[in-house]
Nanobody, 114 residues
Framework: QVQLVESGGGLVQAGGSLRLSCAAS????????IDWYHQGPGKRRELVAG???????RYAGSVKGRFTISRDNAKNTVYLEMNSLKPEDTGVYYC????????WGQGTQVTVSS
């Protein structure tokens, strides 16, 4: 059974930082491309960062320079380091693992107060 479990969300003031984790089980984690998505209140889910199996990264323009995605294949975990948080970063953050199939976690809530 494949599971992706996000954690690390919470309430933070603008300008603060959080580190999200996405722990995977039931897949050969190292061969999967992992993305983080953000869904703001009343908005659709949007890609914020991704990391390939080889470690190449990509970022949405809105988070470039503020967020950093990384992976630890030994721990089957991907991280999203979020700095200089803004109120518009508020929402639920989901991780997605993709190769032949695509899997989603349940999400973790991030709230940034102004």
């Amino acid at each position: 059974q494949v599971q992706l479990v996000e954690s690390g969300g919470g309430l933070v003031q603008a300008g603060g930082s959080l580190r999200l984790s996405c722990a995977a089980s039931g897949i050969i984690f190292s061969i999967y491309h992992i993305d983080w998505y953000h869904q703001g209140p009343g908005k659709r889910r949007e890609l914020v960062a991704g990391i390939t199996s080889g470690g190449s990264t990509r970022y949405a323009g809105s988070v470039k320079g503020r967020f950093t995605i990384s992976r630890d294949n030994a721990k089957n975990t991907v991280y999203l380091e979020m700095n200089s948080l803004k109120p518009e970063d508020t929402g639920v953050y989901y991780c997605n693992a993709a190769k032949d199939y695509s899997y989603w976690g349940q999400g973790t809530q991030v709230t940034v107060s102004s």
